[in-house]
């Protein structure tokens, strides 16, 4: 299994970005994918995620600005972020949960950080 993450970059404050995340490999089920991000010297901290029902979750400082989809096969996860701001600068980082065949619990894979730099 893996995470393909694309889309980081810099750009201004108010500018506008899309990342996108594509998971290969042959699992019985995704149940969910989102995205993380962590700031130097800060935790990293759960930013949207998306369940394999199309419910959608989002950390408060991005509602209103960012939206999470995907594509109809729920491969790819994508995060548009609009009117971005600096302190959205960060590493973002790709998550998905999934179930393997055979097994009974959850299994968690991520992808490499992508980095997003937004200038005041």
């Known amino acids: 299994v893996q995470l393909q993450a694309s889309g980081g970059g810099l750009v201004q404050a108010g500018g506008s970005l899309r990342l996108s995340c594509e998971f290969s490999?042959?699992?019985?089920?995704?149940?969910?994918m989102g995205w993380y991000r962590q700031a130097p010297g800060k935790e990293r901290e759960l930013v949207a995620v998306?369940?394999?029902?199309?419910?959608?979750n989002y950390t408060e400082s991005v509602k209103g600005r960012f939206t999470i989809s995907r594509d109809i096969a729920g491969n790819t996860v994508y995060l548009q972020m609009n009117n971005l701001k600096p302190e959205d600068t960060a590493y973002y980082y790709c998550?998905?949960?999934?179930?393997?065949?055979?097994?009974?619990?959850?299994?968690?894979?991520w992808g490499q950080g992508t980095l997003v730099t937004v200038s005041s």
């Open positions: 998306i369940n394999r029902g199309g419910s959608t």
């Open positions: 490999g042959r699992v019985l089920r995704i149940v969910d």
């Open positions: 998550n998905a949960h999934f179930m393997r065949y055979g097994r009974s619990s959850a299994s968690t894979r």
